[in-house]
């Protein structure tokens, strides 16, 4: 996990590479500053309450975080999206029917951000914290990392372009359910994922690959027992799942 | 009465576009309204914190009845959704006062906005479910809930088109008829032609 956690800092604009020797107390940083949020928040939480948490001196928490509080939050941010991510991988990857995956990612994704200790103190107390993550620009950038991790878990259904857009899809399902929770649907219930998957979801991508027809709906050429009825050439199931994703979704 | 208030209202909204929702005060907005601190404060009672969350409404609240005015007319399901998907696109990204405070102070504006968008999310399921009852819907869709969830996906679009070009109609065409419709009407006519 934490493997996957130091490749995702590498995304661009974030945390340059650092050292190997420092990342054992990166994790413990991070780990004990989640601590502080999910008690008293972002405002209130100083450098020396993170020290204090994780067992280690100030002087230690700086040099591993030169730039303090600020490039705290961003590690957190980024670790927080990793294990996010590789548990919606381990998740993705484990199933072997479109609609599993589908399913068992929004389930996965919407119950570890509605009960995600710091997160839900934070969108309580200080919700504009979170919401300038989640809106305009910073939205279409979270929407974008969401697709390019979670985009190539789909690859054995689909394209990579059809992959990245059911992706982006089904990350802006995550977030609207996460934002505005419904009175009726709650997608922490994999029955009602299922039913709201099987509605909206598979018609569309359906739809997608054959946007002229107006055909019911068959899900046989996109389950991993019968590829041969997708669109010939270009869905082939992997030998397994996790070696698909890990080479990414261009062959 | 009333146009005291919606005066109130509108001098606030004026001064925020000169100088953003963090430097606009009472004395700034009663000064531009021609009224007294006094008679802000009997309308706002909670002050400077009301009237910039009403002011936000007020302006959030007109956007969708110029969206609502756009869609007026549209003779299909499809037609109203790619209009108001394009018009609501076009509308955020040439609001000024709105792309400026978003740069400058979103912590400000974001909370209002989120619990607005709640109102405007059920306006906008209101708006689509008689749309919807007339398309007629795909087997075992319940109209009510495919309301709600086009109407979520309508509001992700708008504040955030991710991969998609909504300056594009061939997009937005694509877009309400493979990725939203599809699981939800009977059949989305065919792009660029009608059902037969």
Redesign the interface.
């Known amino acids: 996990m934490s493997d996957r956690a130091v490749r995702l800092q590498a995304v661009p604009g974030r945390a340059e590479a650092r050292s190997d020797r420092t990342a054992p107390q990166r994790v413990r940083i991070v780990d004990a500053t989640l601590d502080c949020l999910a008690r008293q928040g972002m405002a209130k939480t100083t450098v020396d309450d993170v020290a204090r948490r994780a067992g280690i001196s100030r002087a230690t928490v700086y040099r591993v975080f030169p730039g303090g509080k600020v490039e705290i939050l961003d590690a957190v941010v980024d670790t927080e999206m990793a294990r996010l991510f590789s548990a919606l991988g381990a998740r993705m990857g484990a199933a072997d029917d479109l609609a599993d995956v589908l399913v068992g990612a929004i389930v996965e994704a919407v119950t570890r951000v509605t009960t995600h200790p710091a997160l839900t103190f934070l969108v309580e107390h200080e ?3 979170v ?2 993550h989640l ?3 910073e ?2 950038r979270l ?2 990392t969401a ?1 390019r991790f979670l985009g190539p878990f789909l690859a054995r259904w689909m394209d990579p372009e059809e992959s ?2 059911v992706a ?2 089904s990350t ?2 995550v ?3 996460c ?2 929770p ?1 009175d ?2 709650d997608l922490t219930d994999p029955r009602q994922a299922r039913h ?1 998957v099987e ?6 991508i ?3 690959r054959e ?4 055909a019911p ?1 068959d899900l046989a050429p996109f389950t991993a027992d019968r590829p041969a009825a997708a669109r010939s050439g270009t869905v082939r199931p992997a030998a397994t799942p996790t070696a698909r994703a890990s080479k990414g979704a261009h062959r | 009465m009333a146009d005291t208030r919606q005066r109130i209202i509108e001098a606030t909204y004026a001064c925020v576009a000169r100088w953003g929702l963090a430097k606009t005060t009472v004395e700034d907005a009663a000064r531009q309204a021609g009224v007294s601190r006094a008679t802000v404060y009997r309308y706002f009672p909670g002050g400077r914190e009301e009237l910039l969350h009403d002011v936000v409404s007020w302006e959030f609240v007109a956007f969708f009845l110029r969206l609502y005015e756009e869609v007026q007319g549209a003779a299909s399901l499809e037609a109203v959704m790619e209009r108001g998907i394009a018009f609501a696109h076009r509308s955020i990204a040439e609001h000024e006062v709105l792309q400026r405070v978003m740069q400058t102070e979103p912590e400000t504006l974001l909370p209002t906005l989120t619990l607005e968008s709640n109102r405007i999310r059920e306006a906008i399921a209101e708006f689509l479910l008689p749309y919807l009852l007339e398309h007629g819907l795909a087997e075992g869709v319940d109209p009510r809930q495919a309301a709600d969830f086009l109407a979520r996906m309508v509001l992700s679009y708008m504040a955030s088109p991710g991969r998609w070009d909504l300056d594009d109609a061939g997009q937005v065409s694509r877009l309400v008829r493979e990725e939203l419709l599809a699981g939800v009407v009977v059949g989305p006519e065919p792009r660029g032609g009608s059902r037969t």
Not at chain 1, 199 to 204: A, D, I, N
Not at chain 1, 211 to 214: C, L, Y
């Open positions: 919700p504009s914290v919401l300038r809106a305009f620009d939205s279409n929407l974008a697709t990245a857009r982006e899809w802006r399902i977030l609207s359910y934002i505005s419904s009726e649907i709201l509605t909206f979801v598979l018609p569309g359906r739809a997608l946007p002229d027809t107006t709906i």
